[in-house]
């Protein structure tokens, strides 16, 4: 009996384990693109100030050393500036009505080229 129990209770809770989740709301996904910037932002900010402790530490080598200037130039470090939230893109329009009719081809231009 309790082996029969069980196997009710295990087909209960796998069935509900492949139910189809909602599609997230427009709210939640502004949410996420917005944290998905955030977090560009963050990785380039992290660029930059591993950048900048290298640049301190290839100078003090450098000064150490005597040596007059690196055998590599670098670029210079970039600040990538306070985080600024890019605007959602406008509504695309209907593919039809956006989309050029497509240019014919002329005979011309599909004849094989000769060398």
């Not at 014919?104 to 060398?115: E, I, L, N, R, Y």
């Amino acid at each position: 009996m309790n082996r029969f129990l069980f196997a009710i209770a295990a087909a209960a809770v796998s069935a509900s384990a492949f139910a189809k989740l909602p599609p997230p709301s427009d709210e939640a996904k502004a949410a996420a693109d917005l944290a998905k910037q955030k977090a560009a932002w963050g990785d380039k900010v992290a660029a930059y100030k591993l950048c900048q402790a290298q640049d301190k530490l290839a100078a003090q080598y450098l000064k150490e050393k005597g040596a007059k200037k690196p055998a590599v130039e670098t670029p210079p470090c970039t600040d990538p500036g306070p985080f600024v939230a890019a605007q959602p893109a406008a509504p695309a329009a209907p593919a039809a009505a956006a989309a050029p009719a497509p240019a014919p081809q002329s005979a011309q231009a599909s004849a094989p080229v000769k060398k």
